[in-house]
């Protein structure tokens, strides 16, 4: 291991002894310099037996991460380092695309090209967006928090209809545009605007990510929140995946033991990594760790608005 590839000593927050960190971003993403070595590295010394390396993909060409890394060099990149590394941690070639409605068509095209081991569909604040930081303030303004959140739900809810995706990131992303005008617990007083989204997620056998990002960024609280992956579970919801959403070293597992509890909370006994884009199909089933109890349990709204107050 070279000297660019040895782990630190693990910084507070970094989860130990779990079996899979679904969303980590390389030097491949415009926005992390991390090689994916280190990211192995530390998950040997952490305890966490499977990564998915889901490096950013975007179509639209004034976006950051549009033919900023071929397919072809990714997937070299990835495939050789699960080759190398095979024997202490299992490593997945997964994808982060942005999801546009105009760039549906482009987006589809790809992946019915490319394979993919896991597929993570997001909506992100991009440049012409009401949410960016020159621009949100004025958006809110004389908004009701429904109104402000509604053009980041309605696209989610367009990304889980195209059926082009594994798992949808970060449900409730918004929350991070948006928190210095909506904090959590507003949006959390509107849960009808969760509804649809989570009906749709269910209706098409959908994963749901609980993203422990949030844990470290203004929210303070996963995306999404406790009580929404509840909510998707009385829905029927079946399948959940966890990431840390890592771009920097330090990131890596960072609150990823908070998501697992979630998970588990709501009823959750396992994660489950779809395969939709490869050829017959199928899933990854993974059990939750013996520490976070039986996930055979009914959701649980604790946490949601009327239902004892929300949960960081």
Same mark, same amino acid.
């Given at each position: 291991m070279t000297a660019g590839t040895r782990p630190t000593e693990p910084g507070p927050g970094q989860a130990r002894d779990l079996p899979l960190d679904? %969303?980590? %971003?390389?030097?491949?993403?415009?926005?992390?310099?991390?090689p994916l070595d280190l990211y192995a590295a530390q998950a040997v010394q952490l305890g966490i037996a499977e990564l998915a390396v889901t490096d950013h993909l975007d179509f639209n060409p004034a976006a950051p991460a549009f033919a900023y890394a071929e397919f072809a060099r990714r997937e070299r990149v990835v495939r050789t380092a699960a080759e190398r590394w095979g024997d202490r !941690?299992?490593?997945?070639?997964?994808?982060? !695309?942005t999801y546009e409605r105009a760039y549906e068509d482009a987006i589809s095209d790809h992946l019915a090209r490319h394979a993919y081991? $896991?597929?993570?569909?997001?909506?992100?604040?991009?440049?012409y967006s009401p949410y960016t930081a020159g621009r949100v303030g004025?958006?809110?303004?004389?908004?009701?928090?429904?109104?402000? !959140?509604?053009? $980041?739900?309605?696209?989610?809810?367009?990304?889980?209809?195209s059926g082009l995706f594994d798992t949808i990131g970060h449900l409730d992303y918004v929350k991070k545009y948006v928190a210095a005008h909506v904090p959590p617990p507003e949006l959390a007083a509107h849960p009808e605007v969760y509804e649809p989204v989570l009906r749709l997620l269910v =209706?098409?056998?959908t994963a749901l990510e609980v993203n422990s990002s949030g844990l470290r960024q203004a929210p303070r609280e996963t995306y999404p929140a406790g009580?929404?992956?509840?909510?998707?579970?009385e829905l029927g919801g079946e399948r959940v995946t966890a990431g840390s959403d890592a771009h920097r070293a330090d990131w890596f597992a960072y609150g990823l033991e908070e998501a697992y509890r979630?998970?588990? =909370?709501?009823g959750f006994d396992r994660l489950t990594i779809p395969h939709t884009s490869v050829p017959g199909g199928g899933a990854s089933e993974i059990p939750m760790?013996?520490?976070?109890?039986r996930g055979d349990r009914p959701g649980s709204l604790r946490g949601a608005p009327g239902g004892g107050g929300q949960r960081a």
């Open positions: 679904a %969303h980590l %971003h390389t030097d491949l993403s415009p926005d992390s310099d991390v !941690v299992a490593i997945r070639f997964g994808v982060e !695309v081991d $896991y597929i993570i569909g997001s909506v992100h604040a991009m440049k004025s958006f809110v303004a004389g908004k009701t928090v429904p109104q402000v !959140v509604a053009p $980041y739900f309605e696209e989610v809810a367009a990304a889980v209809r =209706e098409t056998g009580w929404v992956v509840a909510r998707f579970r979630l998970a588990a =909370e709501a760790p013996a520490r976070f109890g």
